[in-house]
Every structure is written in C-alpha cells, then in structure tokens.
C-alpha cells in the first residue's frame, strides 16, 4: 500500500518512476528544441565586435603605458631584475589562469617563477614563498578576497608585492609595492560580464614584463633553447654544427678531377652534389645534379669539374640555427647546403636532415 504522506510531497516525477537522469535528459531535448539554429553571418558579426573591443582594449592599454603606466612598468622590472629569489605569481578565477600563463612564459624565458594558488596558500602554501622573492597579484577588482592572505603574508615578511589590476584605488593596489594599474575597458561580452578583455590585457601585460626582462638580461636563443630542449621549438634552436655530416661523409673532389670521378663521388656520397676544393682546402665551387643536367652532352665525362661547377657556392656556418639553414634551403630551391669555417669545409647538411630533428 503506497504511503500517501510520502507521495503527496514527491514530484510527479518521481511518483511515475521517472529517473531523474531521465528528467534531466527531456529538459535538455526541450531547451535544445528551442534554441535557435546558429546563424553564420550573426556568429562572424559576433566574433568581429569582439575583436574590436579587444583591439580598443590594447590600444587604451599602449596608451597607458605612454602615460602614466611607464613609471610603474619600469619599476617593476626593475625590481623582478633585482631579485635573488623567484617570481610568485597569484590570482583567482580567471585571473589566475592567466597568472599560471605569465608564470610559464617568466620561467622559460629565464626568469624563474612558479603560480601559487591564493586559496591553497591559504592553507599552507605560503611556506612556498620566502625572502628574496617577488609577488605579482593579478585582479581585475583588486578586491579578490582570497588573495587577502597572501598581501598580509607579503607585508609582514616586506616581500615586494606587484598589483596588476584595473581597481586603482583598491586593497590590492593599497598594499602594494608597485601597481601597473590596467585601463578600465568594457568586456567583450555583450552583458560586460565574461571576462574576455579583461583577461587579454591581464595576459599583455604579463608577456609585456616577461620580454622586457629577456631583453634586460640579454637572453639568447642558446639560453632559450636550454629551457626548450624538446618539440619543433627545441628543433629550430639547434645549432647545424649538431646535425651536419662530417668527415669522410663529406662529398669533396679537388681543382682539375675529372667530371667521370666527380659522378661517383655524388653517387657514392648520397647528397646529390660534389664539393670543389683548391689548393689550400678552401672550397671554391659545387656540382649539383642540376649542373650536370645543364652540361648533359657527349663531351661530359671528359671535362674537368671546373668547367662544370657553380662558383661560390652557398655555405652557412656551423653555428647557424637549423631554423635558419631550413630557411636558406627552401628560398634557394636546393636540397644540400656546405657547412664551411674560414672557407674550408667542415660538413654537409642536407634538407632530410632538418625536416629529420623536426626543424620548421
């Protein structure tokens, strides 16, 4: 027998044993029948508005920084410079996951630094932060409660303390050391709510102080390649001297080799061209397979290699970037380059090589 007390305050749902996965699965079909097909044009008008409220947000942004942003800019370069700890950046929220992107640009361009969360330093990570340290605060309000412990933390142990935020006049910017006080730009967002500008100069401004410091500090790409060992990056920052092919592996004939010889050299060597040595060593010319289409007759054979060979030929050097000699390779139309040091040849690489290691 059904207890009427119970059912009387169950949904109907409920009482005809409707599942509530079920319930749940007929509301979405309802609001999915509802929703209006997408229209394209409206979709592109869309994304356009958004575009230009961004743009309008970075020029108001350029604008601030030829005004009175420098100072404050400047200083706090300045200050992450000086420093002998770490970077620690801190937000929540959105703020916060463009603070974990400023934090990964900072490190891998020579800075070191690392996001800490502001919640979980509430609750023992502000043991991760120490003297000799810098904080950067990211908040749009300056007015984010949960970074109230990490500013108390940065005041009692006089850890200097970066506010990046559009509230001016806030908490955050109050008990800071430094403010990069971000023009106050209307969201993309037709209701002003999504943080969508908001964030973008959030993130500008963390890349802005991120190249500053690389330029202050003369970062390399060797440096950068040290942090960047892996991936099509890490490729494009090695230097040829690591991939090109030395030795007895380097297709060399000398001055006055019959063109018969020159053939097998480049048949037996694989990279579809000979090197022309003088005298001294030096490398004074170079036969490519379109050379010898371009001297196919009957004479062939018995001409030297100096009637045949392209004179100055294109070398890099062994520290060029593979980046670079790819470049090199594909606006040449070649497939091969000759690795040289003071005009004598060290090495020999081809385009298989650097397509190889991943260089793009």
């Not at 592109?44 to 409220?53: D, F, V």
């Not at 620690?88 to 916060?96: D, E, L, Q, T, Y």
């Not at 630094?113 to 502001?118: G, I, K, L």
């Not at 390649?225 to 004939?253: C, D, K």
Request: contains cysteine.
């Amino acid at each position: 027998m059904v207890n009427t007390r119970l059912t009387k305050n169950l949904r109907p749902s409920c009482v005809k044993g409707v599942t509530q996965r079920e319930e749940s699965a007929n509301r979405v079909k309802m609001l999915t029948n509802s929703t209006r097909k997408t229209d394209a044009a409206a979709a592109i008008a869309s994304a356009t508005r958004t575009l230009e409220a961004e743009k309008e947000a970075l020029a108001a942004l350029e604008a601030a920084l030829g005004n009175g942003l420098a100072q404050p800019f400047a200083d706090a370069v300045e200050l992450m410079s000086d420093i002998s700890g770490r970077v620690i950046i801190s937000g929540v929220g959105k703020s916060g996951h463009i603070g974990s992107k400023i934090a990964a640009s900072l490190s891998s361009t020579g800075t070191p630094s690392f996001f800490v969360h502001p919640v979980e330093a509430n609750h023992g990570d502000l043991g991760m932060i120490a003297p000799g340290d810098v904080i950067i605060a990211l908040s749009w309000s300056g007015e984010s409660p949960e970074l109230k412990g990490i500013v108390a933390y940065a005041r009692r142990f006089s850890i200097p303390l970066i506010a990046i935020t559009a509230g001016e006049q806030s908490t955050l910017a109050r008990e800071s050391t430094v403010v990069l006080a971000l023009p106050r730009v209307r969201e993309a967002c037709p209701h002003n709510l999504a943080p969508t500008t908001s964030t973008l100069l959030q993130l500008v401004t963390g890349d802005a102080l991120a190249i500053a410091l690389l330029e202050a500090r003369g970062f390399t790409p060797d440096n950068f390649r040290t942090f960047h060992p892996g991936g099509q990056l890490g490729a494009n920052l090695r230097r040829i001297g690591e991939v090109m092919h030395t030795g007895s592996e380097v297709p060399l004939v000398g001055s006055g080799t019959a063109m018969s010889e020159a053939i097998l050299e480049i048949s037996r060597k694989g990279f579809g061209c000979v090197g022309i040595t003088d005298g001294d060593q030096a490398l004074i010319g170079i036969i490519t397979d379109g050379d010898l289409r371009r001297h196919m007759n009957s004479d062939l054979l018995s001409m030297t290699v100096d009637e045949v060979m392209t004179h100055n030929p294109k070398t890099i050097a062994p520290s060029l970037l593979a980046a670079a000699a790819l470049q090199i390779v594909n606006s040449s139309s070649i497939t091969a380059l000759m690795v040289v040091e003071d005009r004598k040849p060290v090495g020999i690489v081809h385009l298989h090589d650097l397509l190889r290691i991943g260089a793009a």
